[in-house]
T-cell receptor, first 117, second 112 residues
Framework: DAGVIQSPRHEVTEMGQEVTLRCKPISGHNSLFWYRQTMMRGLELLIYFNNNVPIDDSGMPEDRFSAKMPNASFSTLKIQPSEPRDSAVYFC???????????????FGPGTRLLVL | GENVEQHPSTLSVQEGDSAVIKCTYS??????FPWYKQELGKGPQLIIDIRSNVGEKKDQRIAVTLNKTAKHFSLHITETQPEDSAVYFCAAPMDSNYQLIWGAGTKLIIKP
């Protein structure tokens, strides 16, 4: 398996522009996580999907952030409009999605490094 | 809720020496403690984990120890090698059943 795939790997955009990050989880995994990583705040969980349904989006910073998972093999994280403080590395991770979810291995993608000017 | 503290933030050791990274957690009900390694430009990757029914687990040069009474767990790397240079994260489950609370990370530098 190719692992979790994310695109783009790098994104540079100007403040106010829309940014869309993409993720393809590992085939057969039912849970998908979006994280944001910064030096100041470390790894933050933004949103979690189980069987394509958003279960908890309490980590999404504000209404400018939205995430979708239209099918089991694709998810997007959108920022509109983007701001300089959104600059970070965004990771997608997937796991099998069993009952003891917090004890499952999470497989991370390579991340998208976002810079908002 | 769960809180995880990780120390030190940076650790520099001579190649061949041992490295120890410690994490403390607050929720006594936590029962699963993974360690992830993040190499430059990559996402974190699980390297070892421990469940609360054991006190130690080893996998070649890495080991994790757990002290449930004191609520802390540690990562031990022996005979360090250049490829061990990375950022290491500990984590513990939040009471939500799906969310992990992550430590702040330790940057391990192996000096040649």
């Amino acid at each position: 398996d190719a692992g979790v795939i994310q695109s783009p790997r790098h994104e540079v955009t100007e403040m106010g522009q829309e940014v869309t990050l993409r993720c393809k989880p590992i085939s057969g995994h039912n849970s998908l996580f979006w994280y944001r990583q910064t030096m100041m705040r470390g790894l933050e969980l933004l949103i979690y999907f189980n069987n394509n349904v958003p279960i908890d989006d309490s980590g999404m910073p504000e209404d400018r952030f939205s995430a979708k998972m239209p099918n089991a093999s694709f998810s997007t994280l959108k920022i509109q409009p983007s701001e300089p403080r959104d600059s970070a590395v965004y990771f997608c991770a997937s796991s099998l999605g069993g009952q003891l979810l917090s004890q499952e291995t999470q497989y991370f993608g390579p991340g998208t490094r976002l810079l908002v000017l | 809720g769960e809180n995880v503290e990780q120390h030190p933030s940076t650790l520099s050791v001579q190649e061949g020496d041992s490295a120890v990274i410690k994490c403390t957690y607050s929720d006594s009900a936590s029962n699963y403690f993974p360690w992830y390694k993040q190499e430059l430009g990559k996402g974190p990757q699980l390297i070892i984990d421990i469940r609360s029914n054991v006190g130690e687990k080893k996998d070649q040069r890495i080991a994790v120890t757990l002290n449930k009474t004191a609520k802390h767990f540690s990562l031990h790397i022996t005979e360090t090698q250049p490829e061990d240079s990375a950022v290491y994260f500990c984590a513990a489950p939040m009471d939500s059943n799906y969310q992990l609370i992550w430590g702040a990370g330790t940057k391990l530098i192996i000096k040649p």
